[in-house]
Nanobody
């Protein structure tokens, strides 16, 4: 059974930084595409960043240049380094693991950017 556990969210001032972590278990992590998504109140869940098993990454236009996704296959963990945070980055952030057939989601971690 696949489990994803996010951590690292919290309250930060505009311009600050946070690093989110997502620890995976129950799947062959190194072969999986991983993604970070977010959902703000009243809005649809959106892709923030993704990383393939070979390390190729992609980003939403709104975060490119500020956020960095990375993975540590030895630790079965994917990270999202978030710099220069803006109030509009406030959302619940979710980790997703994708196989050929299924998608698995974590429980989410709240990120609040406010002064």
């Amino acid at each position: 059974q696949v489990q994803l556990v996010e951590s690292g969210g919290g309250l930060v001032q505009p311009g600050g930084s946070l690093r989110l972590s997502c620890a995976a278990s129950g799947s062959s992590f190194r072969f999986r595409t991983m993604g970070w998504y977010r959902q703000a109140p009243g809005k649809q869940r959106e892709l923030v960043a993704g990383i393939t098993s070979t390390g190729s990454s992609n980003y939403a236009n709104s975060v490119r240049g500020r956020f960095t996704i990375s993975r540590d296959n030895a630790k079965n963990t994917v990270y999202l380094q978030m710099n220069s945070l803006k109030t509009e980055d406030t959302a619940v952030y979710y980790c997703k693991l994708s196989t050929l057939i299924y998608h698995y989601w974590g429980q989410g971690t709240q990120v609040t950017v406010s002064s």
